[in-house]
């Protein structure tokens, strides 16, 4: 029976999230046109006299939310608000420390990709209560790619590894990844994974967790966490990766290149 009653609760639950990607971003629309229009004089560049004037009106926030304008993003506290957002880019808190997103807070995807955080983040909360997805990364326009690229002062072979190139473009420039932790709501703490955020070296790297763990380089309760966010997002159909232990994607990087723009 209690199966039964969370099967009914998860379907209602992601029946909402994507009536909210499906409803809500439209009326955000709607309202930022109503905002936007106005009369331009033909000698005035209309496209940066609109982006001058959203910034002007919307100074509490990144100048990357317009970029996001033109793209069919949602927000993902608009679906659930019980998730939480950390944008390492949007401080220094990051391996270039280096404000790379101008301030911005709040995450973007693709409603597809919003759909299965949230299913994720509900599979989490059956679990524990107290626990909670925290997101990292999200959408990144291809122009930051290009600029973590050139700025990262590593080997090539570890920028290889832990950064796609800006001409491969990654999936995170698609709206389609999404770079996650957990967090503790009871205890205020980030749940121990053993490294920081972007650690460029083997020891946050899946792939060689069970080794670590014999050498006691990754504690049992770093590798057990991993464990849970790696579960709690693969049955959202949220795929891990071999390199880093906070990276999923929703989509491989050909079915994204066919079904999504890339955001410049």
């Not at 639950?13 to 629309?29: D, G, I, N, Q, T």
């Not at 608009?78 to 401080?91: E, K, N, Q």
């Not at 409603?111 to 997101?135: I, N």
């Not at 291809?142 to 190139?165: A, E, G, N, R």
């Amino acid at each position: 029976m209690l199966k039964l009653y969370a099967l009914y609760s998860l379907f209602f639950a992601l029946v909402l999230c994507f009536w909210s990607c499906e409803l809500k971003p439209e009326k955000v629309r709607h309202k930022v046109k109503r905002q936007l229009v106005f009369a331009v004089n033909d000698a005035v560049d209309s496209s940066a006299l609109v982006k001058k004037r959203y910034l002007e009106a919307h100074k509490d926030t990144s100048y990357i939310e317009y970029v996001f304008m033109a793209y069919d993003l949602v927000n993902i506290k608009d679906m659930d608000t019980s998730i939480r957002v950390d944008l390492r880019y949007a401080d220094t808190a990051n391996f270039l420390k280096r404000n790379l997103y101008d301030g911005l807070r709040k995450a973007y995807f693709t409603c597809e990709t919003a759909g299965k955080l949230c299913a994720a983040q509900y599979y989490l909360k059956l679990l524990d209560p107290d626990l909670s997805l925290v997101v990292l990364d999200a959408t990144r326009p291809q122009h930051i790619q290009q600029l973590m690229w050139d700025s990262l002062k590593i080997s090539v072979f570890k920028k290889f590894t832990y950064l796609s190139p800006p001409d491969e473009t990654s999936l995170h420039n698609y709206g389609c990844a999404v770079d996650a932790t957990i967090f503790n709501e009871r205890t205020n703490q980030f749940l121990e994974m053993g490294t920081s955020y972007d650690f460029f070296d083997k020891l946050a790297q899946p792939i060689y967790e069970a080794h670590f763990l014999k050498t006691g380089e990754l504690s049992r309760e770093a590798f057990n966490n991993r464990k849970l966010l790696r579960t709690v997002m693969k049955r959202a159909h949220l795929n891990p990766i071999t390199s880093e232990w906070w990276h999923f994607s929703s989509m491989s990087r050909e079915e994204a290149v066919k079904r999504f723009p890339l955001v410049k």
